[in-house]
């Protein structure tokens, strides 16, 4: 069972598997938004971006998969930083969500965008909002909490499935 496991998720299975996981997350965050009624905050809003950066990364590795070791390196390097990203945005949300005093503003994004100047909503989406204060759970972690989770496992699985041979 474990070795089947390694390897699918060993060089390019293992980078269309990342891909293929990101896009059903995406998915699913956007069910939840649809169907389940929540609303996104600035933070929210940058975690999907950068969700949808390592998707397209994971895709794009997938598709024109890089035979030399300079290559892999590189698309290595691409989802990690993506992945780091991913890893920031979300402890950020997590560290406003138990310190909601660490931001000022409490208007949705979309209004942002249409009302503020394009620093504060870049500050907002940065730096989060007071909306982003607010703790929606999902199996027993905030949402933030998962997202933590899931960059993190994106970096290992990369990271295997990037290997050096």
């Known amino acids: 069972m474990l070795q089947t496991l390694l390897f699918l998720l060993s060089g390019r299975k293992?980078?269309?598997i990342l891909a293929l996981t990101g896009l059903l997350i995406g998915l699913v965050v956007a069910a939840l938004?649809?169907?389940?009624g929540l609303e996104p905050c600035a933070l929210c809003w940058t975690q999907r971006g950068i969700l949808a950066l390592f998707?397209?990364?994971a895709m794009i590795g997938w598709i024109a998969w890089p035979t030399s070791r300079w290559g892999r390196r590189t698309l290595l390097g691409a989802l990690l930083i993506s992945c780091l990203l991913g890893v920031i945005a979300a402890s950020r949300h997590l560290y406003v969500m138990m310190v909601p005093e660490a931001t000022s503003c409490g208007a949705s994004i979309e209004y942002m965008?249409?009302?503020f100047p394009w620093q504060e909503v870049m500050r907002a989406l940065l730096l989060g909002s007071a909306s982003c204060s607010e703790v929606s759970w999902m199996l027993g972690l905030p949402i933030p909490g998962w997202s933590l989770i899931a960059f993190t496992g994106f970096a290992i699985v990369s990271i295997f499935a990037l290997r050096a041979r």
């Open 33 to 36: 938004e649809y169907w389940g």
């Open 55 to 57: 998707t397209l990364v």
């Open 113 to 115: 965008i249409g009302i």
């Open 14 to 16: 293992g980078v269309g």
